[in-house]
């Protein structure tokens, strides 16, 4: 407990650690003091004063401590990196683009992925796996039920633990960003906040009372389906209206592609000439880069993402609303039409205490794997190394 409390917060004093945990002082000063002969964690010296003792600051000797290695995957790619527990990446992160969907065996092709990344670590010194995925993730069974039963994608964490032999655990892309804001990022020490995860889809992670939302099946915040879209668009899931049509990152590429079709003039137009597609990379760096087209095609989806937005305002009456994940890179372009949208669609009474803003995590969706991962792991392989020293 105490080497989770200061991978979330570090560095921590005795008292600090106390609270965090909700044991005695006592019990903390004999743990902590227990963690520092062991070498697991370290004394930062005193703190700055506040007029009182000066305390002690504890942090993680992460140079001892096991890494972590993070599963990120999306629906167009799968992102592998090595993490130390200070959220410093130690492996340069791999990333592969693939359809999942798309191809015969995923499963297999995850499992070699993770093997070639590993060809070059000892297995050794690395706690856990976090993965996490898009889709209804049962991450106390460690399912995901958006596949059928019969698919590899169903049992993924079993069958990676299985192969590699290291405590794996799952959980919901949206919901691994909204634990990164949550713990590391803007929603940090906010009771009630909604961490909007823009990417491919609409995804939704809840902070309510200071603790994550799950709701009664644990798939609560499947934002992309509210039906607040007025065209006929057929979404991914099967049905009509669905605001993922008109606020996502594809809504975004697919309605550049169509004004670059139609003869509008785009710093983007030549490749697209050339190739018939565009990036959601190049489409982000034409919009920071002032391209007309690639703004306007932003915009559109800020617009329909404050309509949604007003609608979660109306609901949930939060402190704060941040937009992360991939979108958070032209959140600079979003954020004055979310605004503007909010304004045309909201109760002024509800909206105007609430505060909007754009993440500034790096790899949000790999940190909160990450921490996905540290506070679900028991440390085993902590005991393995002491068996070993004796």
């Not at 010296?45 to 001892?64: C, D, V």
Request: aromatic share 6%.
């Amino acid at each position: 407990m105490i080497l989770t409390a200061l991978y979330n917060q570090t560095p921590q004093s005795i008292a600090e650690l106390s609270s965090a945990i909700g044991k005695s002082i006592p019990n903390i000063t004999k743990s902590v003091q227990e963690l520092l002969n062991e070498n697991l964690i370290n004394s930062e010296g005193l703190a700055p004063s506040t007029g009182g003792r000066r305390a002690i600051h504890y942090s993680l000797n992460t140079s001892f401590l096991p890494n972590i290695l993070v599963i990120a995957i999306d629906q167009y790619s799968i992102s592998m990196s090595l993490m130390n527990l200070a959220n410093q990446t130690i492996k340069e992160t791999k990333q592969e683009n693939i359809k999942l969907n798309q191809i015969e065996n995923p499963a297999q092709k995850i499992l070699t992925l993770i093997a070639d990344f590993l060809r070059d670590q000892n297995k050794e010194h690395i706690l856990a796996v976090g993965v996490s995925m898009p889709g209804f993730v049962d991450s106390e069974k460690g399912i995901n039920t958006s596949y059928p039963n019969n698919s590899p994608l169903y049992h993924l964490r079993d069958i990676i633990q299985k192969h590699i032999q290291i405590p794996t655990f799952i959980e919901n892309d949206s919901t691994a960003i909204a634990i990164s804001e949550h713990i590391f990022g803007k929603a940090k020490g906010v009771s009630n906040a909604l961490v909007i995860n823009l990417n491919w889809g609409v995804g939704l992670g809840m902070i309510l009372e200071g603790k994550l939302f799950k709701g009664h099946s644990g798939y609560a915040g499947e934002f992309s389906h509210i039906p607040l879209s007025n065209l006929n668009k057929l979404c991914s899931c099967g049905k009509r209206g669905c605001l993922e049509v008109e606020a996502s990152l594809i809504a975004a590429l697919e309605y550049a592609s169509e004004e670059i079709e139609n003869g509008q003039i785009s710093q983007l137009t030549g490749r697209y000439g050339q190739l018939g597609t565009i990036t959601i990379d190049q489409l982000i760096a034409a919009a920071l880069n002032g391209d007309q087209v690639a703004i306007e095609s932003f915009a559109r989806i800020g617009y329909m993402l404050g309509k949604g937005i007003a609608t979660l305002i109306h609901i949930i009456n939060p402190e704060k609303v941040i937009i992360s994940g991939k979108g958070a890179e032209i959140g600079q372009i979003l954020l004055p039409q979310i605004q503007a949208s909010m304004l045309e669609f909201s109760i002024q009474r509800l909206s105007k205490d609430t505060i909007i803003e754009i993440s500034t995590l790096h790899n949000a969706q790999i940190i909160g794997t990450a921490a996905i991962a540290v506070s679900s792991s028991n440390w085993k392989i902590l005991h393995k190394k002491e068996k070993q020293t004796n």
